[in-house]
Structures are given as C-alpha cells and as structure tokens.
C-alpha cells in the first residue's frame, strides 16, 4: 500500500511539473527582434559622445531621446518632442509640472526613475514629482500620456527655443527656427481642456495665448481634479496646417498603447529582414542593437507628397519619391549604403535620387557630402557621395538619374575645393593636386595662405589625398559604366595618386612639401598636431597606412608582398600607444578603441582586419574579428567604442556578425569574415533568402575549416554578389584551430581595382 502511494505522489509532482513547465513556456513568449535591441547600449561614452536611445520608426523623421549629458545623468531636461538631426537637442519641449506656479520655468529639470526605452515607446517615472510619463511614437507624430499622482494643480510648459507658441482654443499651434533657413511646426491637442493659458516670459507670468522669440513659452494649466492628460502631436518641416495633418493622418484617436504596438510591428518587420538562431544572447543583443541605430538616418521628409528642402530654402513636390536626408557620407559610405542595398535597395534608391535632387537644388550642382535637415554642412573631408553611386549602381540599383548624379559627382571633386570642412569653389590648392597628384603639406612654422582651409581641420593632405584618389577611381568607374571613355581614362590615372605619398623606406603614406620633399622629422603616431589634421585626419599614419581600398593588391605590392604585408598588418595591432592613455587621447581623441596603434572607434579603420584576405592569411581576419567585435561592441552602457555616428560602426558589426564585409564600395562582392551565429538568414527584397550556416558552431570554432556556397566548394575568401542576390545557402564548416591553407593561394584573393563579372 505504502509503494502505491509513494508511485501516485510521486506521479502527482511530475504531472505537476510538467504542468508549471507549459504554464511557464505559455507566460513566456518567444523574442522577437526588437526584443532584443538594448537602446542604452553605448550609452557612456569612452571619450567622446554616447549613443542616445532614440525613440523613432525606421528611417522617420520624428526622433526624440531623453535629454541628458549621457546615461549618468541625474536629470533630465523636460521632455522631448522632436530630435532634427543625429544628436541633435530636442526642438520644442515639454515639462509637465505639478505644484505651485513660483516653480514653473521654460524648461523643468526632473529628478527620474523605472525609465523603460525600447525603439518604440518611452516610459519614465518623474520620482520626485509623483508624475508616470508613458511615450509612442509613429512617423511624423507622437503622443504622450501623462498621470500625475499628486492632488495639487498640474501645469504643462511648452517651449520653443527659438520660435512661437500660440493657443488657437483646441491646439498649441507653433514652430522653432533650426538654423538658416529651416524651421521645424508643431501642432499638440491635448485631449483635456485646459482650465486657463498663460504666457511665461523673462521668469514672469501674465495672461495670453501667444509668446514668440527666444524661450517662447506657454503654460497650458489644469485644475487638481484633472490627473491624466493624453498629448497627442504632429511635427512637420512645411507648416503647422501640415503637422496637423500628419497627426490626423497617423494617429488621431489612437491611444499611447495602440500608438506603440503599431510601432512595435513596424520595428519587428524591419529588424526580421535578417533572422539569426545559435549564438549567445549578448550576441543577440548586439546584432539587432547595432540593426537598430542602421535605421536612425537617413530620414525621409516626405510629408503627404511634399518636402521642405533646406537645400534651395523651398517646398517641393516629391512625386510619389520619398525624400531623404540626414546622412553623413564620410561615415555611411563603407558598409551603411552596402546594408541598405541588401535589406531595402528602393530605399537605397530613393536616397541616391535626393542625393542627386539636393545638388541640383544647391547653387553649384555639387553632390552633397553630409546632407542634413538643414543643408548640407560639407564636414570631414572628401567626397564620398559616389562610392555609394557606384556601390549601388553595380549592384544593380538604377531607379534614379545616374548621368545626373555622375556629374554632379564630377563637378563635386572637380570644382569644389578639396580642403576639408569647406564647400567654397576650387583654387590654387585644387589647381596643385591636379598638377602633381598630390595635397602638400606646410612645412614646419609655415603659414597658411589659402583661404579656403579651415583653421582648425586645416589641410589634411594625406587624408585628402588617398581619400580623393579612391573617390576618382569610383568616378573612373562610373563613367566606364556609363560610356565615358575620356573621364574613364583621366580618373583611373588619376586614382593612383595615393602612390605620390607612399615612402618607399618606411612603407607608410608620408606627407610631402609643395617642393615634392617629405617632411622630416616625422612620427607616424603624433606628427601632425591635435588630430593629427596637420596631415591626417582624427586617425594617425597607423590607420591611413591602409587607406587604398580600391587597390588593395597594388598595397600589397608597394609593402613587398603578401609576407611584408601581413607583417604590417600584424605590427598595427601590436605596435604601443607610445604614450600614456591621457596624453595619447588628449591629442587623439577620435582613436579609441585600440588594440596597439588599431582603433576599432572611427570609420577608417573599419576595412583593416579583413586585408589579411587579400594577401594570403583569411584565418587571421577571422580570429581578429572575432575578438575585435567581442572586446569593443558589447551589450552594456559602454558597449560601443567611439562616435557610433547613426549607422556608421553599427553597419560594419552587422555585416561583421553575419560573416562577410563589403570591403570596397563599388566593387559588388564580399569577403568573408566568420560567423557569429550558427545560422543567419537575410530575406532579400526579390523574395529569395540568403543563408549563411556555420557547421560545428561554438565561441571556440572560430576558424573556417572549409567553405561551400550552394553545395559547390568554396576555396576563396569572398564572393559576388550576384551570387548573394540569387538566394542559396553559404556553408562555413568551423573550427577550434585555423586552417592555414583555405583561401591562402595568390588566385583566391579577392579582386581589386578592376571589376569582372
């Protein structure tokens, strides 16, 4: 008797736990990507500025983050409204104040706590005040709804910096100058009435509905009876009767929570274009993060087939084309417009074409270089809008006017000046590049006597000479694509100018003097001023020793062969700071994220762990990258290394996740890295599905042992991306242990300069 009891309890706590084990599964929902995105990664910069955690739909012209120095911050400023550019302020504001009206000022500090961002809602708890701040947001609207817990009057303080505000009797109606000629609109409806208006102006309040000028500022006031206000509001680039509209078209009569699930699908539609399984969960995290701020710029302005261009200072029709802004191309060009041709070549479309419009739009037919909502500002140095052209164009992307964006390419390198951060026409600094290949440097204690060069950036002439000589190879291949043999033949010439400064003892791009003498003595790590701008550019002689990615091979040639080669490549990596932290960052602020002269924090470096390649070494591009990502891009409030830059780093940690990297813009191939999750699966735009699978995966099994692509074996580091378009399957077959000899002969390397199909 006592057996069979002891079997019947003994089979009541397994029912039972099996029970609570389908209870727990049902309570337990499987992620879905946004899931997985952490905004607050990066958050706490190394040095310079942190990530934000932008609350925003993908590509959207509404983006809004709390407002803080970083995640330290121990208030925040009121709350947001409107982000206009890549960590930007907030234009507007909104502070919802509860007590007397001695306390109110244009823009409250509140004390925070449970803040909860994910890409699509905001919520936040304004602990001192008592006050539940709950946030969604669509794509040229927002709402907010806010519970105040004390039962005293409750006020909200609407700010213009720099604008109006007015009380028409349903709507706080207003816009906020930018900069120039740009003006951002607002029309907010709170759904409950307020009991009075009052205008609050050099710390004094007086009765009115409108305040215009600087701090231009309304007190919208409730009685104590009224403990919730639902703040729905539209923003528009055209006017407030268009911010009207696009709150009416997008969320009029919509809750917060309704708001915010419309949003949640919008997110987790963009982010499942490429679906990952295996791998750790921080890898997870990591991936669909740095997924995430991809889709933080550019912003499309379109707004019910019309777009203010800050460009030309006018409203223009869009005809059924989005357009886009908000890009910094010196960043984006090397793996944020290759990411976006995968996942949303009519996007990358629609872009190339506002490119192509905003030349034409601005007084010289110049294509831009970091358009944004307020004109193109023309920073850093270079012009690597055509790179994107080509990138896109010879992956089979034509829906815009190509010969229209080639010349205004043309006229951009040509008859701009080449001086950074400038936009002002060509000179005597032009005129010497095109009569001896290359920017000179000033020599020790001589004075600057062109006007065009910015007196901090200064000339740069290193950066500037290797960066244009790779921008006239992508013209060079441009015009062959479009039939225009003479630019052809004088770009392809000409973009082996980067050869003028290689030094032929020390296998380094060296500055040289007007009179064609290097500049002597030199230090290729500090030579060179802060930022070395002197002759680089926020990266020393280390990172631009690399910076010839359209000829990869003839690098390799010019530093004695693939052995001289990757003996370099090996002493970047290892070579000492040469200083200590504080005086090495003091003067190179940008160059974070070292392993010994290698900074895995600024874009010119992003292409150098995958040279090994090119010259026979694959296994070391795969355990560098490997550890590179696992060091620096990490899920935690310091898990980015420098200026993530809206896509910039973001783009080269997806591409570098999956398994492969768009090594050279403009040349429609990858080269393979290794993967980081077991099975990746990037659904293509043409409805096919690119896999990539790796056999025996685990953290240890790094290295590839061998490779197939669609059951064919695969004995080279890299392939088209023809091939990728076509769907089918990559298949990595891992390692504990490199091999050596796969992808290693001289024929397997990956194709420089020229491009065959």
Not at 98 to 106: H, R, V
Not at 637 to 664: A, K, N, Q, W
Not at 678 to 687: M, R, S, V, W
């Amino acid at each position: 008797m006592k057996k069979i009891i002891r079997k019947s309890s003994l089979l009541m706590v397994l029912l039972s736990a099996m029970s609570c084990s389908v209870k727990t599964t049902t309570e337990q929902p499987a992620k879905t990507p946004s899931d997985y995105v952490n905004p607050y990664m990066g958050n706490i910069s190394h040095l310079l500025v942190p990530t934000y955690p932008t609350i925003h739909l993908p590509n959207s012209m509404l983006r809004v983050y709390p407002e803080r120095e970083d995640y330290n911050g121990d208030l925040i400023r009121g709350l947001p409204l409107m982000v206009t550019s890549h960590r930007g302020s907030s234009a507007f504001n909104l502070s919802p104040f509860q007590g007397d009206e001695k306390g109110i000022q244009p823009v409250v500090k509140f004390s925070y706590d449970q803040e909860v961002i994910h890409p699509y809602s905001y919520q936040v708890y304004l602990d001192e005040q008592e006050t539940m701040v709950d946030y969604g947001v669509s794509h040229q609207s927002a709402a907010y709804k806010i519970t105040f817990n004390q039962k005293v009057p409750s006020h909200l303080i609407l700010n213009s910096s720099n604008g109006a505000m007015n009380w028409d009797g349903e709507a706080v109606t207003g816009y906020q100058i930018i900069q120039n000629n740009t003006k951002v609109y607002i029309y907010l409806a709170p759904k409950e009435t307020p009991k009075s208006i009052k205008v609050l102006a050099n710390h004094q309040l007086s009765e009115g509905k409108e305040a215009t000028g600087r701090n231009a500022c309304l007190v919208l006031n409730y009685p104590e009876n009224v403990s919730i206000l639902h703040i729905p509001y539209g923003v528009s680039f055209i006017s407030v009767a268009q911010a009207k509209k696009n709150y009416e078209r997008e969320i009029k009569g919509k809750s917060v929570a309704d708001v915010q699930k419309e949003a949640k699908k919008v997110w987790d539609d963009a982010l499942g274009k490429i679906q990952v399984t295996g791998g750790t969960e921080d890898d997870k995290t990591v991936f669909y993060t740095s997924m995430y701020r991809c889709y933080e710029r550019p912003v499309c302005i379109s707004e019910d087939g019309k777009y203010y261009s800050a460009f030309d200072g006018t409203v223009h029709e869009d005809y059924g084309r989005p357009f886009y802004t908000d890009d910094w191309i010196w960043d984006s060009y090397r793996a944020h417009h290759p990411l976006r041709v995968l996942l949303d070549p009519q996007k990358e479309e629609d872009i190339l074409n506002s490119f192509q419009l905003m030349a034409a739009q601005m007084d010289h037919d110049w294509l831009p270089t970091f358009p944004e909502v307020t004109g193109d500002s023309r920073r850093m140095n270079s012009n690597h809008g055509v790179a994107a052209l080509l990138d896109a164009y010879r992956k089979g992307l034509a829906n815009f006017d190509v010969e229209k964006a080639y010349q205004a390419a043309k006229a951009g390198i040509t008859e701009k000046t080449l001086a950074p951060w400038s936009g002002k026409p060509a000179g005597a600094l032009e005129k010497f590049y095109k009569e001896h290949g290359y920017i000179p440097a000033l020599k020790e204690g001589e004075e600057e006597t062109i006007p065009e060069v910015n007196s901090f950036e200064k000339r740069q002439p290193v950066a500037v000479t290797l960066g244009t000589s790779y921008d006239e190879w992508c013209l060079a291949q441009l015009a062959k694509e479009l039939g225009h043999q003479e630019d052809y033949e004088y770009f392809s010439k000409a973009s082996l100018n980067y050869r003028n400064l290689f030094n032929q003892n020390t296998k380094f791009f060296h500055p040289k003097d007007n009179e064609g003498h290097f500049i002597e003595p030199f230090d290729y790590r500090f030579s060179g001023g802060v930022g070395v701008r002197n002759y680089y550019d926020e990266n020393n002689g280390w990172t631009y020793r690399w910076d010839v990615q359209h000829n990869i091979a003839d690098l390799i040639s010019l530093m004695g062969g693939n052995k001289a080669f990757v003996k370099n490549l090996d002493a970047t990596f290892a070579e000492p700071m040469g200083r200590g932290k504080r005086e090495f960052y003091t003067q190179l602020p940008d160059q974070t994220g070292n392993v010994g002269q290698f900074t895995m924090a600024n874009e010119p470096s992003l292409h150098i762990p995958y040279l090994y390649d090119y010259a026979g070494a694959p296994w070391k591009t795969q355990k560098r990258i490997k550890k590179l990502i696992h060091t620096w891009f990490r899920n935690d409030f310091e898990g980015v290394p420098g200026d993530e830059d809206g896509g910039g780093l973001s783009s080269f940690v997806v591409f570098s996740e999956i398994g492969f990297y768009p090594e050279t813009p403009g040349l429609p191939m990858y080269v393979i890295g290794t993967p980081f999750f077991e099975k990746t699966q990037i659904h293509l735009a043409n409805g096919k599905t690119f896999t990539v699978v790796a056999k025996n995966f685990s953290e240890e099994n790094k290295y590839i042992q061998s490779a197939t692509l669609n059951g064919e074996a695969l004995h080279k580091p890299w392939f088209t991306h023809k091939e990728l378009e076509a769907g089918g399957t990559l298949e990595l077959t891992m390692g504990s242990k490199a091999n050596k000899d796969w992808g290693s002969l001289p024929e397997d390397a990956p194709p420089s300069f020229q491009w065959k199909e």
